[in-house]
């Protein structure tokens, strides 16, 4: 798949301020990827895709991730905001043909992070917190972060992700426990 094509399957399924967010988002990728040796094409294009699923109804994003074989089932157990990242990646795989194992990845983890990202999807996560339309509480410490270390910058996104979902009392998914954890960890030892 090439990210024309991309481009149009997704801003078929996007409203227009969605639509822009994902620019900005494949834009924020790209700074990113040339800084940290990333593939630009992979960030490109897993950017462009990342929010495919967005506005796709609850119960059906539910049923396709207990569908799909390749992603675990606590997806569904966790609040709708973020069941649009592992759906949008079987979604993504199903219905555009796109099969890069990094891509859907990158996708599946670009709102809770995990331990162990990989260089793309820490990526597409950082992107997707710090591209230039969003204005969250400490987005602008988290952008300068990212100028410096990609580690320290997910971390902090991360930090303030958490500190945002026990401020409004809402579950909070494992993986983005131990995305924090990992990354705490790593940091510590550099230190």
Partial sequence: ??????????EKE?????????LRVRDSAVTLAEKYGVSREDARL???LHDYAKYRPADRMKQVILEAD?????????GEPILHAPAGAVYVKNELGCTDPDILDAIVY??????????????IFLADYIEPGRTTPG???????AEHSLDR??????????????????????D??????????KIMRKN
Wanted: aromatic share 10%; with cysteine.
């Fill in 110 to 123: 670009h709102t809770t992070g995990k331990a162990g990202m990989t260089l793309l999807e820490k990526v």
């Fill in 1 to 10: 798949m090439n990210e024309q094509d991309a481009l149009k399957a997704v």
């Fill in 139 to 145: 987005v602008d410490s988290v952008r300068e972060e």
């Fill in 14 to 22: 996007l409203r227009p301020s969605r639509y822009a967010h994902t």
């Fill in 153 to 174: 910058a997910c971390f902090l996104a991360l930090s303030g992700t958490i500190q945002f979902l026990v401020r409004r009392r809402q579950l909070i998914f494992p």
């Fill in 70 to 78: 390749w992603l675990d089932d606590e997806w569904t157990k966790y």
């Fill in 46 to 48: 897993a950017a462009v």
């Fill in 176 to 185: 983005t426990i131990h995305a924090y954890n990992d990354l705490a960890g």
